[in-house]
């Protein structure tokens, strides 16, 4: 067999069910395929340090039955090499000083960054390859290619919702749920669209790049009185963490001292968006004589290294396999992508944004059929809430207000 190089494998950023899948695929197909292969343990962490003794040799025995399992083998971190030149030259030293000619990378869009880097700093001389991976679906894939990771997250999560709707029908309350997902909302409408959430927010649908906190509340205690008015006094509302990034910076003062990861992106988790809200409606509807209790739930780590389904541990392994099959064929600097049942690569360039020099970011469309249906099954505020005076007043009963009341506080939810 025609000894091909040294590959190494590395995860970056945050887990995904996957990755197990990835590595076992891609460490199989290259030793049968005459590489040899390393593990990296945790990302760029100990390369930047110039640390190699945190690379092991993986062999196929010992990946041959983890493609099923959540979690990472080697780990994962989100050390940014891309911050300096020292930085990224450690790595490659310390790659070089191994042997490695080809790396993968798995990761989202910050580990993509880095990944070109490499194959940029080193001139090819270390050929890399990334395979996308985030639980958000954010990455720059074609429109029908979703990230692995997210079905499985997608799937964990509406069954999570699922039971809190039982619950909150069972105990007549109602849970404010934030959905993981950075700046995109898919993860947050995929979960709330599949269980039949009482409704979803996401930041997408406004077009204002800023909107007001109390614009969130609004409509979130409209969906709580509306709901009231047709005789339900319970329901899920999921929020999608991206909406954090919609909110007026003067409300975010209080955030300057939140923790950022190494990428300087806000830790979202620690912001608690449905604690706040819960605060803001339970505050407002217990000024006018409502009782309500109102649970905050927060569900993202739940997610990222549950078991593969079977669509994730399936399509990781194709991932994996073409991975390699990319680095056989001379190939470098690139994502790897399956569309329509083959292998096309997409280079880093592709997915750049121009403007901002950083991986792009795809959002969810408002415009898209699959919102407007989203959109047709929520309970929320509409336009035709306001048509008909009698149901107006109805919903300001509902809401302890007078229909003028109600008109004045809500009526621009209906424009």
Not at 236 to 241: S, W
Not at 244 to 265: F, M, N, T, Y
Not at 388 to 396: C, D, F, G, M, N
Request: charged share 25%.
């Amino acid at each position: 067999m025609t000894q091909q190089g040294k590959l190494a494998i590395l995860v970056g950023g945050g887990p995904a069910p996957g990755i197990n899948a990835v590595i076992s695929a891609a460490t199989i197909e290259a030793v049968n395929c005459g590489f040899s292969v390393f593990g990296v343990q945790d990302g760029f962490k100990w390369l930047v340090k110039q640390d190699a003794a945190k690379v092991r040799p993986l062999t196929i025995e010992a990946v041959s039955r983890i493609h099923l399992s959540g979690g990472s083998i080697l780990g994962t971190s989100r050390e940014n090499p891309t911050k300096s030149p020292v930085s990224m030259q450690a790595v490659v030293t310390t790659l070089e000083s191994l042997g490695i000619t080809h790396l993968v990378t798995i990761g989202g869009d910050d580990t993509a960054l880095s990944s070109s880097t490499v194959a940029e700093f080193t001139q090819n001389r270390i050929h890399t390859v990334h395979v996308p991976k985030t639980i958000d679906n954010d990455l720059p894939l074609p429109k029908h290619i979703p990230t692995f990771g997210f079905q499985t997250a997608r799937h964990v999560g509406t069954e999570l919702v699922r039971n809190l709707m039982e619950d909150a029908r069972s105990t007549r309350r109602w849970y404010f749920v934030v959905a993981m997902g950075r700046k995109a909302g898919h993860l947050a409408l995929g979960i709330g669209k599949a269980a039949g959430a009482t409704l979803t927010l996401i930041g997408e649908e406004f077009d204002q790049d800023i909107i007001s906190f109390s614009h969130i509340c609004d409509i979130v205690e409209g969906a709580v009185i509306k709901r009231r008015a047709m005789d339900r006094r319970y329901g899920v509302a999921v929020l999608a963490e991206g909406l954090i990034e919609k909110l007026d910076p003067a409300e975010l003062a209080e955030l300057q001292d939140v923790e950022r990861d190494d990428h300087g992106h806000i830790r979202f988790a620690e912001i608690d968006l449905a604690r706040k809200v819960k605060a803001e409606v339970q505050g407002r509807l217990s000024q006018r004589g409502i009782r309500l209790t109102i649970t905050n739930k927060n569900i993202g780590y739940e997610l990222r290294c549950a078991d593969p389904i079977s669509f994730d541990a399936e399509y990781c392994r194709d991932l994996g396999f073409a991975a390699i099959k990319f680095l056989l064929g001379g190939g470098s600097g690139a994502m790897v992508s399956i569309q329509g049942g083959k292998l096309v690569p997409i280079s880093f360039s592709e997915i750049r944004d121009q403007a901002t020099g950083k991986t792009a970011v795809r959002l969810v469309n408002p415009d898209s059929e699959g919102f407007r249906v989203a959109r047709e099954y929520m309970i929320r505020l509409e336009k035709a809430d306001f048509e008909r005076q009698s149901w107006v007043e109805q919903l300001a009963i509902a809401g302890n207000l007078t229909a003028d009341e109600f008109r004045a506080k809500f009526g621009y939810l209906g424009k």
